[in-house]
């Protein structure tokens, strides 16, 4: 369009500008002036979205500042009129106005997860920071009667059936015939067959008014904050959804990026926050929806005019790739068994099995987060009380123990490993994991966590002193521990020294379960 190149001039702004960059998606012109960013929707109708006329421009452009001031309210600051007069075109400004820009600040791109993970700067501690910021925004989410349909099967089977409608012109050419059939079998199948898993989300209130577009190049990372930009405002259908949605997407943008172990600490340091255990049934279904709709966008991509044959090439191999992701997801991706750990407080208990569940695909759950779950406080809540006392109390103890078996079955019955993070230090709760697995015919190892008493105490001390851990064990409890632990008899026991770097554990334990798989 005209307006285009007058844009890409630096007086077309109200501010100083000494470089102007264009993005174009299939949807918006992007302008990257430096300090800020100017986001112009295109008049195009695709059905699952209409900016075909001005009013609904500036009606998206609305919505869109206000959706994404719920996550990142210091970088989206307005609707701005682009305006034409004195026979150009400008933003903001008198003049006859032709259409309407989205106002962001800009971000550094250094700081987007897609480029942090390129240089290797993307860290587990980020992405748990992110899974922290995420269960904030859900647990404040919106969510209501009508929101709540958009969880029942009928609801979902509307995008389902749009996205394999929208691309059977591909097969051939980015999906073959055999994938597309196959995952539109597994997907109605699933709706149809596992619909009470669905009905169960809805009654667990999991249904909000989300993201819908939350993946590795929506988020920045910049000067030790988290911003999350860009969510759907177009169409409510993509955006009213399971929560697990937005949590699929980032898992399975990870995966295409080769970067599985990454979601691994967004997904467990998100369930710890929110003890929303129930997504794990839906989570591969809702991966293979977003690696689907990615191909789909890719596949859109390709055919998008005035692009170089360059691009075309990579958008048709990009399509072709998250296509063939989705179907991948098809077969069991792990082998289920059944971890626990075993070990006197400060033994890293957490930490091992944080690091051992990235390095296996698996589920960690975690006493300390369960306890607080079910007392209603929040994991990151402090309790300081004398051993065997308030929330440590017996009858406590053994409500957090049926629980975190209870939240092992069901995460076992969806296909994963689990870690089950406490310290079992009775063999009543040990009994409990031998008979689970049984019951579930999946094997069992105890994880026997033992340390120097030294370096014991100076981490509790630490830890307390630093108060970043969920956990409420500290010095004091050390001694009371001790004398009521009970000594782990077993023979399916991994004993690991964690006076070693954490690094070192993990790969003796890691070690030790691929040989017993071998």
């Known amino acids: 369009m005209d307006f285009i190149n007058f844009l890409l001039k630096p007086l077309a702004y109200p501010h100083p500008v000494e470089e102007i960059k264009l993005l174009q998606t299939h949807i918006s012109w992007v302008f990257l002036t430096g300090d800020f960013v100017y986001k112009i929707k295109k008049p195009v109708d695709f059905g699952f979205l209409d900016f075909t006329t001005l009013e609904k421009r500036h009606y998206f452009c609305q919505e869109e500042i206000r959706l994404n001031r719920r996550l990142s309210p210091d970088i989206y600051l307005d609707v701005v009129p682009v305006v034409k007069r004195e026979g150009g075109v400008f933003i903001g400004g008198e003049g006859e106005v032709i259409d309407y820009a989205v106002k962001m600040k800009q971000l550094p791109e250094e700081s987007c997860l897609t480029s942090l993970l390129e240089k290797g700067e993307l860290t587990s501690s980020i992405m748990e920071k992110i899974a922290r910021i995420m269960a904030n925004f859900y647990a404040s989410s919106e969510t209501n009667e009508e929101i709540a349909t958009y969880g029942l099967p009928e609801k979902i ?8 409608d929208q691309t059977k012109t591909y097969t051939g ?8 059939e196959k995952l539109k079998k597994y997907s109605f199948e699933f709706l149809r067959d596992k619909k009470v898993y669905f009905l169960n989300r809805i009654k667990a209130g999991q249904i909000k008014d ?24 177009f169409n409510t259908r993509f955006r009213y959804a399971d929560v697990t949605a937005d949590v699929a997407f980032l898992l399975m943008d990870l995966d295409f ?20 255990f129930g997504l794990l049934g839906v989570l591969n279904f809702y991966k293979i929806y977003r690696a689907y709709v990615r191909g789909k966008i890719s596949s859109f991509e390709a055919d998008m005019s005035g692009i170089s044959q360059d691009r075309q090439k990579a958008a048709l ?5 998250y296509f063939e992701l989705a179907y991948s997801y098809l077969q069991p991706l792990f082998k289920p068994c ?7 407080l400060g033994s890293g208990k957490s930490t091992v099995a944080r690091h051992l569940a990235a390095r296996l695909g698996a589920v960690v759950i975690r006493s300390d987060a369960v306890r607080k779950h079910i007392l209603g406080l929040k994991p990151d ?21 049926a629980n975190i078996l209870n939240l092992a079955k069901e995460a076992l019955n969806a296909g994963f490993p689990v870690i089950l993070d406490a310290s079992f230090n009775k063999e009543v709760y040990r009994q409990g994991v031998r008979d689970l697995a049984q019951a579930l015919n999946c094997p069992y190892y105890f994880l026997h966590l033992q340390c120097d008493e030294d370096i014991l105490k100076q981490r509790l ?8 851990d969920i956990s409420d064990g500290h010095l004091g409890l050390l001694s009371s521990f001790k004398q009521t632990f009970e000594p782990l008899k077993d023979e399916n026991q991994i004993v690991l020294d964690t006076t070693q770097p954490v690094e070192k554990v993990v790969q003796e334990a890691a070690d030790f379960l691929s040989a017993l798989r071998d």
């Open 157 to 164: 089977e509307v995008n389902i059936k749009e996205n394999f």
């Open 173 to 180: 050419r980015t999906i073959s015939r055999e994938i597309y």
């Open 210 to 233: 989300g993201h819908g577009d939350f993946h590795c190049a929506n988020i920045y990372y910049y000067q030790n904050k988290v911003y999350v930009l860009d969510c759907i405002e």
């Open 257 to 276: 990026r080769q970067a599985s172990p990454l979601g691994n600490y967004f997904l467990n340091t998100y369930l710890a926050q929110t003890n929303d």
């Open 317 to 321: 191999a990009r399509a072709k790739a």
């Open 338 to 344: 059944l971890l626990a750990t075993v070990g006197f």
């Open 381 to 401: 809540e402090h309790l300081y009380v004398p051993f065997g006392q308030g929330i440590y109390a017996p009858e406590v103890t053994k409500q957090v123990y």
């Open 461 to 468: 001390a630490k830890r307390q002193e630093e108060s970043q």
